[in-house]
């Protein structure tokens, strides 16, 4: 059966030979030292940014079996294609030449690919308490997925992905609100998980599936989130959450008000 790996196969496989260009052996480069002074906290990601060769910053994960490392821009692993920076410009471009162009073997392959570094990017960020590029990669794969399933080649195939999008808008919004937070106010904080919310839950509508909105556990974290921020900074309704409680009570005279502080305060 293509796809399954049997005995047949394995003896297919090639074998590592140490020796290498004009029969010397090349000397192996290990990890020991560098590994030995980082030791692996299996109760805590273990993420920290350092300085390359060349002066330039990469993220480095430690695992229990090693250690990855990230490049902070373009694609973590640091490849190119061709014209692109990332598989999903690259795909941008096919798109753009070919409109009913369906992914292949090989191109669904890599489009996972991206998926998963762009998801250590992701984490990694929030540990390393870099908010807003966090945002910049959620929304990468958010962008790699809304492409990916218009261009997949079946329905299964794009039904698999698209299944983790509440996982990447969860991230995205603790992302947003924590970089709200550090920069403006709390409040705003709030009303940056109030948008996340919101998003997640037209998923769900999407999906005719909306009867599990509220017990769904991201959900549920962002709630309690969003109200450990209300209680810990002693902020009440924002002006939003005002403006759609005098709508639905028809204030409509308190709704002009608050929209007109809304739109000044957006304004400013």
């Known amino acids: 059966m293509a796809g399954c790996y049997t005995q047949d196969s394995a003896l297919k ?37 350092v300085k390359g060769k060349d002066g330039r910053d990469v993220i480095q994960m430690r695992i229990d079996m ?40 090989n191109e669904c392959n890599e489009v996972d690919r991206e998926f998963m570094q762009f998801y250590h990017r992701r984490i990694c960020w929030l540990r390393l308490q870099y908010y807003h590029r966090a945002v910049m990669d959620a929304d990468h794969t958010l962008r790699l997925m809304d492409l990916s399933s218009e ?16 996982f990447v808008l969860f991230h995205r919004t603790q992302a947003h609100a924590l970089g709200e937070l550090e920069d403006h106010t709390a409040e705003e904080a709030i009303q940056a998980i109030n948008q996340g919310l919101d998003v997640i839950y037209q998923f769900f509508v999407k ?6 909105y509220e017990d769904d556990e991201l959900v549920i974290r962002l709630i309690e989130m ?4 209300r209680n810990e900074y002693s902020v009440g309704k924002t002006l939003k959450e005002q403006l759609a409680a005098a709508v639905e009570q028809e204030q409509y005279e308190l709704a002009a008000k608050l929209r007109d502080e809304l739109t000044r305060r957006e304004a400013n």
Request: aromatic share 8%; proline share 6%.
């Open 13 to 49: 496989q090639p074998v590592f030979n140490p020796i290498e260009q004009n029969g010397l052996m090349k000397r192996a480069i290990h990890f020991d030292e560098l590994l030995s002074k980082w030791e692996f906290d299996p109760g805590n990601l273990n993420v920290r940014l």
């Open 66 to 105: 090693g250690m990855l490392q990230l490049e902070t821009t373009g694609r973590p692993d640091g490849a190119v294609y061709e014209e692109s920076e990332t598989y999903l410009e690259h795909l941008q471009h096919i798109r753009l030449e070919d409109a009913e162009h369906k992914l292949d073997e």
């Open 151 to 166: 261009m997949s080649p079946d329905e299964e195939w794009g039904a698999a992905h698209e299944q983790y999008r509440p």
């Open 207 to 212: 999906h005719e599936a909306e009867d599990h």
């Open 226 to 229: 969003r109200e450990s921020l």
